[in-house]
């Protein structure tokens, strides 16, 4: 018997981020796994990974971390299903293409090379309080590239386009 797929959402972001946006990535996770979506990171125990994660499971979800090592003792203690790929930055290709909508956090040149492999494969990519300059003004004004400025706004705009 085959079953609807959940959704898989990307939640990208950096490393080292403030309280403040770690508590944004704690809430959007929490709220991704409120609507039974499956939440994919970057699974590391740091930053957005981290806390995207922990709030996905403070409300019972599925996390996915995709890490960029070979070793599982890498992975945060949020993550159900660490994928070990030990392609170091490749990783985040894989990021992208496996996720059905990504969410780009505050970060740095790993997540703006997230949000660039993911537009340039088709992607819908949210910015969550994420600044990326008029790099990528031909997405936004095609609508794939979205700014969003809170993670409640976030799941309200995911849950539309996955309707």
């Known amino acids: ?35 039974g979506w499956i939440l994919l990171n970057g699974g590391r125990d740091a930053g957005i990974m981290r806390a995207s994660a922990e709030g996905a499971k403070s409300r019972g979800g599925t996390t996915i971390g995709i890490l960029p090592t070979a070793s599982k003792l890498d992975a945060n203690p ?14 985040n290709l894989i990021n992208v293409l496996t996720s059905d909508l990504v969410v780009a956090c505050p ?7 997230e949000v660039a492999l993911a537009l340039k494969n088709g992607k819908t990519v949210f910015l969550l309080r994420l600044d990326v300059g008029a790099a990528f003004q031909e997405y936004r004004q095609k609508g794939q590239l979205i700014d969003i400025s809170t993670a409640q706004e976030c799941v309200d705009v995911l849950a539309s386009l996955l309707e």
Not at 9 to 28: F, H, K, N, P, T
Not at 107 to 113: D, E, H, K, L
């Open 1 to 35: 018997m085959m079953t609807e797929r959940r959704p898989i959402i990307g939640v990208m972001g950096g490393a080292v981020v403030s309280d403040l946006d770690y508590q944004l990535a704690y809430e959007l996770g929490a709220l991704i796994a409120e609507r």
């Open 78 to 91: 949020f993550i159900d299903i660490p994928i070990l790929t030990n392609l170091a930055d490749a990783r």
């Open 107 to 113: 970060g740095s040149a790993g997540t703006i090379s």
